[in-house]
């Protein structure tokens, strides 16, 4: 049936400021990106947003328009960018450095570039033990950090004359910690904050001043930012869009269109052993086993949760799950993910599958940071305030309800995105159940 959407969705006028904390190889990547897009110099391949269609109706119908006719979303002309970093350096600068992009890309858009420059950023050493930069906010307390970006905030609002913002962090991976008492409230969170309580980290601090600046906020690293109850309080209390977290891009990205695969055709695991080797920031950062356990976490849940071993014991129980990323300077960031999949078949027999994935992390990054800004204020327009769970297509962590599992199969979660969208604009869903063209 044909439902009615739950709310009106206002219109995408305006300008939309995508904020971005950390503006190294990934964010600069991605404004480059729809810098040589909007100037007609390049396609946006990789984002849904942009170029993916959407069926409507029957087959019989042959309705799929664009995504971005079907539902409103900030043009990218309707863009404009501004962020913070440890370093100093403009956007053009800063994506020289990070060698992701040629010269083609950047020569052409270079004023556009050079004139983006970070704001002095929100850091401390003892999350992210292997950078250090001078560009950084001092304050006499971390409440007093979090109201410095607020005003940076504020200000962008008004030099821009912007009409909605959305922030997504494209910043390093932390120090994996575990909640504290300070996060279990919003209360406690900014006692916490007057305190300079160490268990806030500087990606708290980012998430707390945006939810309170009503700003959407997405998490495309594995640290513990806004999965923490105070601020999926403080997200319902300001009415304000969550996501997250860590983007799902490399080697994770082949596990979710792999494993549903294995698991359709009941076919065992015996083990999954991947290694990266990468030399970009990202890398550096996770050389250190702290902050490397937080994106091993996020990617080890992956296959339990996709293969269901407790559903399945005779297939999965006890499949070992192996992940290592190893830092290797001349890789830069173009990674290189292996993978070596032991599975059985028919009554047991062995059988073995080989992945050499040689990508580029930011490249592959780049168009969901896209995705998210838009759909995140698309989903802040339609009043579609908390955890935004129907973009779990694009994090390999997903976040969703308190007791609630997370879906990871890439399919699952693409016709939950859809069919989000199907429901907004009150269009039928699609089940693919297709009994109606036999009946």
Known sequence: MTLKPAVDIRPARGKLGILLPGMGAVATTFIAGVLNVRNGLAKPIGSLTQMGTIRLGKRTENRSPLIRDFVSLAALSDVCFGGWDIFPDDAYTAARKAGVLAAEHLEPIKDELS?????????????????????????????????????????????????????????????????????????????????????????????????????????????????????????????????????????????????PGLKARLLG???????????????????????????????????????????????????????RINYYPPRGDN?????????????????QIKIDFPCRDSILAAPLVLDLALFMDLAQRAGMHGIQEWLSFYFKSPMTAEGLYPEHDLFIQHVKLKNTLRYLKGEELITHLGREYYD
């Not at 002095?120 to 003892?126: D, G, L, T």
């Not at 996060?183 to 990606?203: C, Q, R, V």
């Not at 939810?211 to 105070?230: F, Q, R």
């Not at 990674?335 to 059988?351: S, V």
Request: charged share 20%; net charge neutral.
């Open 335 to 351: 990674k290189e993910g292996w993978d070596n999949i032991d599975i059985r078949g028919w009554l047991g027999y062995p059988m």
């Open 269 to 323: 695991l015996e083990g999954w052993y991947s290694t990266n080797i990468l030399g970009n920031r990202d890398g550096e950062v996770l050389d250190d086993p702290d902050s490397f356990r937080s994106k091993e976490v996020s990617k080890l849940g992956v296959l339990e949760h996709i293969l269901q071993p407790h559903l399945y014991p005779d297939l999965y129980q006890g499949f070992h799950h192996v992940v």
């Open 115 to 259: 004139a983006i420059r970070p704001w002095p950023a929100v850091f401390e050493n003892s999350w992210v033990k292997r950078l250090s930069g001078e560009h950084v906010k001092k304050g006499t307390s971390k409440a007093d950090l979090a109201a410095q970006v607020g005003q940076d905030i504020a200000n962008f609002k008004r030099d821009q004359g912007l009409a909605r913002m959305v922030a997504i962090w494209c910043g390093s991976t932390e120090v994996y910690p575990t909640p504290a008492a300070v996060h279990a409230t919003l209360a406690a969170f900014e006692k916490g904050l007057k305190d300079s309580n160490p268990a806030i980290s500087p990606s708290q601090i980012y998430a707390y001043a945006c939810l309170k600046a009503g700003v959407p906020y997405a998490n495309g690293a594995p640290n513990l930012a806004l999965d923490i109850p105070a601020f999926v309080e403080l997200a319902k209390k300001n009415q304000v869009p969550i996501a997250g977290k860590d983007f799902k891009t490399g080697q994770t990205l082949m596990k979710t269109i792999l494993a």
